[in-house]
């Protein structure tokens, strides 16, 4: 009898421990969030709880920022189909089950990255933040399906600009890259390095340069010869959902 009864004390203390990390992740990420990302947050925990599912999961933080008014609209002007994006979420959420306690794998990322993008930028996360890593996330097919490409909306949120357009005739040309919160360091270093040829030294030179200036211009080009290397970089950047700024300029 004793032993059953150490085995369900033991079972209650993993579950109130387990409660107790996520009221204390719960109330880091609130204090790190902006108010309209705090939102979508406690709208992601309504749903989860009030459907008793045992996890909080990209699914409920993409409703979330569903309900989001300039969220919703970003995803119209890209031709997303909110209306039928929503319902696609709600049922997927109504076939889950289970208590609302933890976050899933996916979730967590999704939370954890946008706490190091605003920590980055000495700043509050907003949705944007969040919205960058479900870009990766595990709901990509369902953005897919409501014709949203999630890597191209992020591009113009980041930018305040649709991706520009490449020239591939005339003369000479800049290739220019400007600077993002969320495309690795690493990422442009190896593109510089691989795609321009610049050797590691100047490409890291030059990396910083974007950082730190917003933009930088990294090579000169005849346009032909731009328009391929910079697709080349896009097409390296998008599987990533890297929303790299990379185009050609007038020299």
């Not at 994006?85 to 889950?96: H, Y």
């Not at 700043?123 to 399906?145: F, G, H, N, Q």
């Not at 328009?227 to 959902?241: D, F, N, S, T």
Request: contains cysteine; glycine residues 6%.
């Amino acid at each position: 009898m004793e032993a059953v009864v150490a085995i369900i004390a033991a079972g209650f203390g993993a579950v109130w421990w387990q409660r107790l990390r996520w009221a204390r992740a719960h109330r880091t990420f609130t204090s790190s969030l902006d108010t309209d990302a705090e939102v979508v947050l406690h709208v992601a925990q309504h749903e989860a709880r009030s459907r008793s599912h045992e996890t909080l999961t990209s699914f409920h933080l993409l409703y979330g920022l569903l309900q989001d008014e300039a969220m919703a609209e970003a995803m119209r002007s890209h031709g997303g189909d909110v209306e039928a994006l929503e319902d696609r979420v709600l049922a997927r959420l109504d076939a889950t089950v289970g208590e609302a306690r933890v976050m899933t794998e996916d979730a967590q990322q999704v939370l954890s990255f946008a706490l190091s993008v605003a920590i980055h930028g000495k700043r509050k996360a907003t949705c944007i933040d969040l919205w960058a890593y479900l870009a990766r996330s595990e709901v990509v097919p369902m953005l897919e399906e409501a014709k949203l490409d999630p890597v191209a909306m992020l591009f113009t949120l980041a930018h305040g600009c649709r991706e520009p357009a490449i020239s591939g005739s005339g003369p000479e040309v800049h290739v220019a890259l400007r600077n993002d919160d969320y495309t690795t360091r690493e990422f442009v270093i190896e593109a510089l390095h691989t795609v321009f040829g610049i050797d590691e030294q100047a490409a890291e030179a030059l990396t910083m340069k974007i950082h730190t200036e917003g933009r930088a211009v990294v090579a000169r080009l005849p346009a032909a010869a731009a328009r391929g290397k910079i697709l080349e970089v896009r097409e390296q950047a998008k599987p990533r959902a890297y929303p790299l700024w990379i185009a050609s300029e007038p020299t």
